[in-house]
């Protein structure tokens, strides 16, 4: 912990300085400019909404896969080479691509707009890297965002499914076990997150520890 209040590594694992102390070089192009919130108007955040949906694709894909092969194994009794032969078959048959446009969707259109803004709000309320910083930055992370990204994922998901009157019942028995076995994994990766990621960096940053966490999540709303 004294490690962090010293804060003489802050940046060293991207190699980039904090978000707050870089300046745009008249060179950069519009595309690049994704932390920009000088301008009039609101920018949408393309670069991290499609981050955030192809990640979240990523983790229903493999979700989706790791269900086909466990069941066809616990269907079919088959030597090793079997198996290594239909491999390919078992991956690419019967996938749910209305699943998979779910999960991408929510991504995309939720969790990568709203996750930089939230990233950017932290940012301009708590700029300074202390350690009392960044133990407020991952409380808010775990009590505010961690809570709305259930909320949203679920109601989502059970929208596109046309069981919204189901919803209820749903985060009862499932959104409240999630939420808890999610404190054990983001708040150490919300740690590194705020102490060592740039702004610019840290939904890419969140949204690779989403690809474990959206399997999980696309795991449950799939019972």
């Known amino acids: 912990m004294d490690a962090l209040g010293r804060g003489g590594g802050h940046g060293g694992f991207w190699g980039m300085r ?24 609101y920018r949408f955040p393309l670069k991290q909404a499609v981050t955030a949906g192809s990640l979240a694709l990523t983790g229903d894909t493999i979700a989706q896969l790791r269900g086909r092969w466990t069941k066809k194994k616990s269907l079919e009794r088959q030597s090793l080479d079997d198996l290594v032969k239909d491999l390919m078959l078992t991956l690419l048959s019967n996938h749910d691509w209305l699943r998979a446009l779910r999960m991408t969707s929510y991504g995309f259109l939720f969790y990568g707009p709203g996750s930089y803004a939230w990233y950017q ?11 009392e910083n960044l133990l407020l930055k991952v409380l808010l992370n775990q009590i505010i965002l961690g809570p709305s990204v259930i909320a949203v994922v679920f ?28 404190f054990r994994f983001w708040i150490p990766v919300s740690v590194l997150n705020f102490w060592v990621v740039p702004l610019q960096a840290r939904v890419a940053f969140m949204s690779l520890g989403s690809i474990f966490w959206n399997f999980c999540l696309s795991s449950t709303m799939s019972k």
């Open 18 to 41: 904090p978000f707050h102390s870089q300046r745009r070089s008249r060179g950069s192009k519009p595309s690049d400019s994704v932390d920009a919130t000088g301008g009039a108007g």
């Open 155 to 182: 109601a989502w998901n059970n929208l596109w499914q046309g069981k919204i009157s189901e919803l209820p019942n749903k985060y009862q028995n499932d959104a409240l076990p999630t939420l808890f076995f999610g």
């Open 121 to 131: 709000y932290l940012d301009r309320s708590m700029p300074k890297q202390t350690v």
